[in-house]
């Protein structure tokens, strides 16, 4: 079953801890992304990769780092430096950044995060 | 101001007919599409449209484009409880050298059985 996995689904921190939330899949997507929910905020891209050991900054970086050593893992530290980590946090995935293609993107299940 | 816009809450009886409505900013748009997302879980892709057409019909779904205005619109005929859950209208937009997905607020769907 090809598809995108996301683990754990619930994330407990302490405050001051870093925690890392894996990404997983096996569509062979070039392009991986990393968005953060909050209620009545939609989603919001954190951090995104369209090619191995390369990865670009989205809306709202700061307090997370990503790394892509390889196609299919695309881990997402939470540091410390954030200061309101509780949240849903979505990682998807997408073929290509051809434009002709469609390019939707596939999206795990979610992790939550909450810090105690 | 945001670059996707939806309302955030729609209410409708079962049986009755659903319209969830989107503004988008990007006029070099080439795809935008509709997802679904049920409670406490990822985003599943409904459908989406091409900006070439002006309708895409897929059992239940209608999807609407006006180019000119900028305006989509999911309809869902027949809404049954199962289509109580968060509609995401999603645009895609070319960023330096890759193209990313701007996603609105999201549209709170409820049905009243």
Known sequence: ?116 | GEDVEQSLFLSVREGDSSVINCTYTDSSSTYLYWYKQEPGAGLQLLTYIFSNMDMKQDQRLTVLLNKKDKHLSLRIADTQTGDSAIYFCAERTAGAGSYQLTFGKGTKLSVIP
């Not at chain 1, 990404?23 to 929910?37: G, I, P, S, T, V």
């Not at chain 1, 946090?89 to 939550?112: H, N, W």
């Open chain 1, 1 to 116: 079953d090809g598809g995108i996995t996301q683990s754990p689904k619930y994330l407990f921190r302490k405050e001051g801890q870093n925690v890392t939330l894996s990404c997983e899949q096996n569509l062979n997507h070039d392009a991986m992304y990393w968005y953060r929910q909050d209620p009545g905020q939609g989603l919001r891209l954190i951090y995104y990769s369209q090619i191995v050991n390369d990865f670009q900054k989205g809306d709202i970086a700061e307090g997370y780092s990503v790394s892509r050593e390889k196609k299919e893992s695309f881990p997402l530290t939470v540091t410390s430096a954030q200061k309101n980590p509780t949240a849903f946090y979505l990682c998807a995935s997408s073929r290509s950044r051809d434009r002709v293609k469609r390019t939707e993107a596939f999206f795990g299940q979610g992790t939550r995060l909450t810090v105690v």
